[in-house]
């Protein structure tokens, strides 16, 4: 059975706000900024530049879903560019280690890590672009 109230259920709308009382924490001066979450994403491109010494800009990420019947996972196309001739050093070491590198991604097997094309343009102003291709596995 339901209770009857002889109270006007619209009162709140109409009350003077100084006179309500706020039953909540009170506003911290110096709240902490909440940090954004990390995507898959977001850890592969860290450990892609982490891997190049810092140098370098990440001009594309293309990352796609993919499973099979026994296993799950993502494919992550990164396209890399070096501009400046350390940077280009860089991109050249990234070339070398990045088959047989070790990638410490949480929940993750890199199952394959490949250097799918290169464009190197050598003159005064030195330019490597690198695409990079990493084939990821959910770690269950």
Sequence with gaps: MLTESLRDPFAHIFADFD???I???PARAH?????P?????????AALLQLT????TVLSHE???WASITFAGTRHELVLEFLIPDAVAAGEAL???????????PGQLVADATITKVDHRF???ERLEVTAVLLLLEDR
């Design 53 to 56: 010494g810092g140098h370098g």
């Design 37 to 45: 979450r990390r995507s898959l994403a977001d850890r592969v491109r």
């Design 19 to 21: 006179q309500l009382e």
């Design 23 to 25: 039953k909540s924490a």
């Design 123 to 125: 003159g005064a102003m």
């Design 31 to 35: 709240t902490a900024a909440l940090r």
């Design 63 to 65: 990352e796609k879903a």
């Design 95 to 105: 070339i070398e280690r990045l088959p047989d590198h070790e990638f410490a991604l």
